[in-house]
């Protein structure tokens, strides 16, 4: 019996300590983000694309000014061939990062990582860094931000 409540303790431990996958919470001193999968952009209208090409183990990084008072960021990276691999990271302008995030983060492997940074957002300088993981020749992506 008292291995039964031993072990009925350690698993909702356990499960206390579990975060749920696809979200994140990260703290800093001013600032609390959350950082999740999304499908729709707030007004598609307003996150013209930016296309470009990278291959196996290139790094490309792209860089967006955001204005204060923003609550969200929606950022799409998308490339559609499964068989290559792409990865990104996000820098704040404080230089602290998140990720890499993988076509997977949002539970699909379809080509495309749709990520949403919501929270009290720092105004500066934000870049989106995108990596060639894993590609056969080259491979064409687009890459959508919009802050909200």
């Known amino acids: 019996m008292k291995i039964q409540i ?16 696809g979200a994140a919470d990260f703290s800093d001193n001013a600032a ?16 013209p694309p930016l ?10 990084s792209h860089s967006y000014l955001l204005p204060a008072g923003k609550s969200r960021i929606e ?15 996000i820098k704040k302008p404080d230089e ?16 495309v990582i ?8 720092a105004a500066g300088l934000w870049t989106i860094s995108i990596n060639g993981a894993s590609v056969s020749g080259t491979q064409p992506y687009t890459l959508q931000f919009y802050a909200v």
């Open 6 to 21: 031993l072990l009925i303790g350690m698993l909702l431990l356990t499960a206390c300590c579990v975060m749920p996958a």
């Open 32 to 47: 609390k983000y959350t950082i999740t999968p999304w499908y729709k952009f707030t007004d598609g209208s307003k996150a």
């Open 51 to 60: 296309y470009n090409i990278i291959t196996q183990g290139e790094w490309k």
């Open 75 to 89: 950022i799409a990276l998308s490339w559609g061939n499964t068989q290559n691999t792409l990865s990104m990271k």
């Open 96 to 111: 602290s990062s998140y990720g890499p995030y993988y076509d997977s983060f949002d539970g699909v492997a379809n080509g």
């Open 114 to 121: 749709p990520l949403a940074i919501s929270g009290n957002l």
